[in-house]
């Protein structure tokens, strides 16, 4: 029945102006500002009377018109349209018009706001025709500018010109509203998933993240820790032994440069061998044993020799640095091996 109503409206005929509500011609005639009143001479168009004073002959001239050229809002009648996708929508309006040539508005079309709100609203059911119903929503500015680019290049002839067109509201029938509300919810839970989700990866990667600059952190505070270590302790422990070794040998040297140092290094000799011979067979089975390995005194008169040896060259090379320098006579190598021979019978 609202199809019908609607339908019934938009072939309503078009309103005829009274011309009862016209100015009478007195002769002298004062046009108010932004109006034009269109005057006839005996029924033939004559001229366009300016905003201020104005004469005419009277009875033989004739407002016929009276345009006014402010701006003009018109609410465009609700209407059913339907779009791309099948969808049956009720949509209304408002345009905004301004004449621009009072001769083409009087003589050009009977009633031109009229002709205008008709043609605004078949251009709306013929654009929203080309659009679904997802696309009306989000393309009303670019649906606004095509309706009055329609009505401008028809509304020239009649001396009118569509200045801009609004869509008031739009009513979508209560089921496809409802899916329209399901689907929307849908795509905020949808939304608010992958949020979570990128959430929770962010999350992990992050604890990820801090768990590898710990890592990396304690193992490069271990690494400076032990090489602080090695760098101060077992420095230091080095220098000590070394220090400790130096003095060891200085003492020895001096030990030996004394009266009867041989006979003392003979005797450390033979008791170390005792002592290394009394440790075979304790922690392996394997062993290597000299070819005399009971005659102390010749293992002992051996290792004397080789001593005595390095010693000889090593005092060779300090006279030969320096000449000068005189050092103490020592005995015979025979005479002290013989004595050594002695004592250990």
């Known amino acids: 029945r609202s199809q019908q109503l609607n339908h019934t409206v938009w072939l309503a005929p078009a309103p005829r102006r009274l011309n009862s509500g016209l100015p009478v011609n007195i002769g002298v005639l004062f046009v108010p500002q932004q109006e034009a009143w269109v005057v006839e001479r005996m029924g033939k168009f004559h001229r366009i009377l300016e905003p201020g004073l104005n004469f005419l002959i009277p009875l033989l001239d004739r407002i016929r018109y009276v ?49 205008v709100t008709q043609l605004a609203q078949t251009t709306m059911r013929s654009e929203l025709g080309k659009l679904s119903l997802d696309r009306v929503f989000r393309e009303r500015e670019s649906l606004n500018a095509n309706i009055v680019d329609a009505i401008n290049q028809a509304s020239d002839c009649w001396g009118i010109r569509c200045l801009r067109y609004e869509i008031k509201d739009i009513h979508v029938p209560p089921r496809v509203k409802e899916s329209m509300q399901m689907q929307v919810e849908a795509e905020r839970r949808k ?155």
């Open 191 to 345: 939304r608010a998933t992958v949020l979570e989700s990128e959430g929770t990866r962010e999350s992990a990667i992050n604890v990820a993240e801090g768990q590898k600059q710990a890592q990396i952190l304690a193992s490069e505070a271990e690494k400076a820790e032990q090489i602080n270590k090695a760098a101060g302790r077992e420095a230091n422990a080095m220098l000590v032994r070394a220090r400790a070794k130096a003095e060891a040998i200085q003492l020895l040297a001096a030990a030996l440069a004394q009266q009867h140092g041989s006979a003392a290094a003979s005797l450390s000799v033979a008791e170390q061998y005792v002592s290394a011979f009394s440790k075979l067979a304790k922690d392996s089975n394997t062993l290597l044993l000299p070819a005399n390995a009971g005659d102390v005194t010749n293992m002992v008169t051996q290792a004397l020799g080789i001593y005595t040896t390095l010693t000889k060259q090593q005092a060779v090379k300090t006279q030969d640095e320096t000449p000068s320098a005189h050092k103490d006579p020592q005995p015979p190598l025979t005479e002290v091996l013989k004595s050594e021979e002695a004592s250990s019978s």
């Open 67 to 115: 345009q006014s050229l402010k701006e003009i809002v018109i609410n465009v009648p609700e209407q059913s349209a339907v779009t791309l996708d099948n969808v049956t929508l009720q949509i209304d309006g408002v345009l905004y018009l301004r004449v621009m040539d009072p001769y083409k508005a009087s003589y050009g079309v009977e009633d031109p706001e009229y002709a």
